[in-house]
T-cell receptor, first 108, second 112 residues
Framework: GIQVEQSPPDLILQEGANSTLRCNFSDSVNNLQWFHQNPWGQLINLFY?????KQNGRLSATTVATERYSLLYISSSQTTDSGVYFCAVLDSNYQLIWGAGTKLIIKP | DSGVTQTPKHLITATGQRVTLRCSPR?????VYWYQQSLDQGLQFLIQYYNGEERAKGNILERFSAQQFPDLHSELNLSSLELGDSALYFC???????????FGPGTRLLVL
């Protein structure tokens, strides 16, 4: 089945810093989503991005489907950005395959 | 707010008991998914329903069952509960099979 790898596994930054999170996947996919799980456990949809680039405020994402990777950019980090960022891809059976996540801690 | 609702938010019960978790999908979404997330773990896919019919099964135990009703809400039944069933249970919905999945706030289950 499809393998999804995220890097880095952990990231600690000062407030105001920028960061890039990466998601590699091993096969072609029907879609790709980025999620943020906040410290209270809530899973928040960030982007639905099977290809191309999207922006939402301080966050943007780029998926290069032909090269099987996606990047999530966070600019001017805030403490509320802390949590775990998951990448998930939809396989040929229309099932979401999840990466292990990147744990982000933003220090004030 | 994703538009997906789950009840209850928290549930504390004892081993051997049975509980029912409820999910209402976003308006118009036909597909409902159930996931389990144990402490510091990733999400495990349990089961998917599409327009009332079971479509796919993941790592769902035989003690667990689910259904989707004609009004498209879904229930996940967990029986003969064990300590290891303590987890966060998420419901998600999507409009199409390949569409984005939107997650509810989850039900936090604690089995004592």
């Amino acid at each position: 089945g499809i393998q999804v790898e995220q890097s880095p596994p952990d990231l600690i930054l000062q407030e105001g810093a920028n960061s890039t999170l990466r998601c590699n996947f091993s096969d072609s996919v029907n879609n790709l989503q980025w999620f943020h799980q906040n410290p209270w456990g809530q899973l928040i949809n960030l982007f639905y991005i099977p290809s191309g680039t999207k922006q939402n405020g301080r966050l943007s994402a780029t998926t290069v489907a032909t090269e099987r990777y996606s990047l999530l950019y966070i600019s001017s980090s805030q403490t509320t950005d802390s949590g775990v960022y998951f990448c998930a891809v939809l396989d040929s059976n229309y099932q979401l395959i999840w990466g292990a996540g990147t744990k982000l801690i933003i220090k004030p | 707010d994703s538009g997906v609702t789950q009840t209850p938010k928290h549930l504390i019960t004892a081993t051997g008991q049975r509980v029912t978790l409820r999910c209402s999908p976003r308006s118009g979404d036909l597909s409902v998914y159930w996931y389990q997330q144990s402490l510091d773990q990733g999400l495990q896919f349990l089961i998917q329903y599409y327009n009332g019919e079971e479509r796919a099964k993941g790592n769902i135990l035989e003690r667990f069952s689910a259904q989707q009703f004609p009004d498209l809400h879904s229930e996940l039944n967990l029986s003969s509960l064990e300590l290891g069933d303590s987890a966060l249970y998420f419901c998600a919905s999507s409009g199409t099979l390949a569409g984005a999945q939107y997650f509810g706030p989850g039900t936090r289950l604690l089995v004592l």
